[in-house]
Nanobody, 116 residues
Framework: QVQLVESGGDLVQPGGSLRLSCLAS????????MNWYRQAPGKERELVAA????????FYADSVKGRFTISRDNYKNTVYLQMNSLKPEDTAVYYC?????????WGRGTQVTVSA
């Protein structure tokens, strides 16, 4: 079955960096677009970044453009989210997501807290 396991969340000071990882299994990773979402307390889950199956195709929410970079390693079945210049408003649970055969799959999430 599809499994997505996120890691890398932590408490970091404003201006700091983190790299999130999502290890995928149970489907042919190389054939699927991958997404990172986040959900802050009291807010709806929002799409942060997305990456296509190959090549340079990426999407970023306006709030993270120029600070976050999504990438993937198709040999390791892993998608990454490099987050730089972190702000307190980036505090959220970050989720990995894939849509396969019309069904949306989610990991359990990893907590990112940006605070002094």
């Amino acid at each position: 079955q599809v499994q997505l396991v996120e890691s890398g969340g932590d408490l970091v000071q404003p201006g700091g960096s983190l790299r999130l990882s999502c290890l995928a299994s149970g489907f042919t990773f190389v054939y699927h677009n991958m997404n990172w979402y986040r959900q802050a307390p009291g807010k709806e889950r929002e799409l942060v970044a997305a990456i296509g199956t190959s090549g340079p195709g990426t999407f970023y929410a306006d709030s993270v453009k120029g600070r976050f970079t999504i990438s993937r390693d198709n040999y390791k079945n892993t998608v990454y989210l490099q987050m730089n210049s972190l702000k307190p408003e980036d505090t959220a649970v970050y989720y990995c997501n894939v849509v396969r055969n019309g069904n949306s799959y989610w990991g359990r999430g990893t907590q990112v807290t940006v605070s002094a």
